[in-house]
């Protein structure tokens, strides 16, 4: 780490002070005399510069030339993970029109836990707490949310949830999962060499990871084909896997992932596909970076297995925040409230005696007469369906 402690204080002095301020979490060039930072969730210009585009070149190549990669026009983007976790993409010229365009994205530093989401307002208790029933009962979750949203933060989360005595293997692009269990192991993709072979994708880690008898997999992101694998792995006894992806609400996800399922070459037909992803999958969180920069949970939902005479999924959202006002100074005013349906594996929340009566998923009294006055203007409109009912 020392080599690149100088590269950094050589290359990367400009902007030292922001990499160094906890309070930052991305560093944001658009071209060398443009520079933003992330904090608090907030985007900032900062009162920097590189002094020239051959200034912000040599950052980048040497940032690439550690990574073991290469930069340069006829390898205008870069994507490497630094030696303290943190993510760096860079585009160069003339891909990139107003000159170099650089991102590091700062590797957090220790481990979150749901009371470090609780404090922050990202969850509510109870939200928190149901979310570790889903885990001890090895149900099946995907995180969706946008970029920066808090993924990989709710993932770290959820992950150190899983039970000691289980055997957790962790797939990843670029490895920034830090999961804190007794039986972990990680994998990491590896990127072609010079004469483009030697690749190995996360595709391929999970299929050798299915051979390496996981009690439960986990994959960092998932973009790609191997969306099929993972659903496959769900519903051939490996309870409890989870997976991120890019979708704005939760029946967004189903469908993004049904879509990166057929860009395999498995030729299954899509009826097949959808059935086994709704059997696969069994919650959804979704999560949102708000127009305040706070990062949120905004719906926990269920995935019932089954699809309706269209093909449509059926998900009910079990939890919710409902966004109540603003203060102002700007700051989103809400609550995570449970919408009153109760998941249908209640009988197994009862059964394994675990503290989660039916009466926590009560939602509070404002909330049923908001819903009453929706329903009411949805009837006066011609009908269609609720919120939180089969999307």
């Known amino acids: 780490m020392g080599v690149f402690e100088d590269s950094v204080n050589t290359f990367l002095a400009v902007v030292k002070p922001y990499l160094d301020d906890d309070a930052v979490s991305e560093v944001l060039c658009n071209g060398p005399q443009e520079i933003f930072i992330e904090k608090r969730g907030l985007l900032e210009k900062v009162p920097v510069q590189f002094k020239d585009e051959q200034a912000l070149q040599a950052a980048v190549r040497n940032i690439a030339q550690f990574v073991g990669r290469t930069v340069d026009e006829d390898n205008p983007i870069l994507d490497a993970r630094l030696p303290d976790g943190s993510r760096v993409a860079a585009v160069l010229p003339p891909c ?163 879509t990166l399922a057929m860009m395999g070459d498995s030729n299954v037909p899509v009826a097949a596909i959808r059935r086994q992803i709704s059997a696969a999958i069994h919650m959804v969180v979704q999560i949102k970076r708000l127009d305040d920069g706070s990062r949120k949970i905004t719906a926990i939902s269920e995935v019932l297995p089954e699809v309706d005479e269209q093909g449509r999924y059926s998900i009910r959202d079990i939890f919710r925040f409902v966004q109540r006002g603003k203060t102002p100074e700007g700051k989103i005013v809400g609550e995570f409230v449970p919408t009153g349906y109760i998941p249908t594996f209640m009988h197994e929340i009862e059964i394994n005696r675990l503290p989660f009566p039916r009466e926590r998923f009560n939602p509070p009294d404002w909330y049923k007469a908001q819903m009453a006055r929706e329903e009411s203007q949805t009837k006066k409109l011609g009908g269609g369906h609720g919120s939180g009912h089969a999307a």
């Open 96 to 258: 990139s029109r107003k000159g170099t365009t650089l991102s590091i994205r700062k590797f957090s530093k220790g481990s979150p836990s749901f009371v470090d989401l609780i404090n922050r307002g990202s969850i509510s208790k109870e939200a928190a707490r149901f979310l570790d029933v889903c885990i001890y009962l090895a149900k099946n979750l995907i995180i969706s949310g946008g970029t920066g949203s808090g993924k990989t933060t709710l993932l770290n989360v959820l992950g150190s949830r899983i039970p000691g005595t289980q055997r957790l293997l962790i797939i990843e692009d670029a490895s920034e999962l830090k999961i804190k269990t007794d039986h972990v192991v990680y994998m990491e993709t590896k990127h072609p060499d010079a004469f483009g072979k030697g690749a190995v994708t996360i595709r391929d880690l999970i299929k050798s990871a299915l051979r390496l008898r996981p009690d439960r997999i986990v994959v960092g992101e998932v973009r790609g084909s191997e969306a099929m694998d993972l659903v496959t792995a769900m519903n051939t006894g490996h309870g409890g896997s989870m997976g991120t992806t890019h979708a704005n609400t939760p029946y967004d996800a189903l469908v993004r992932l049904e």
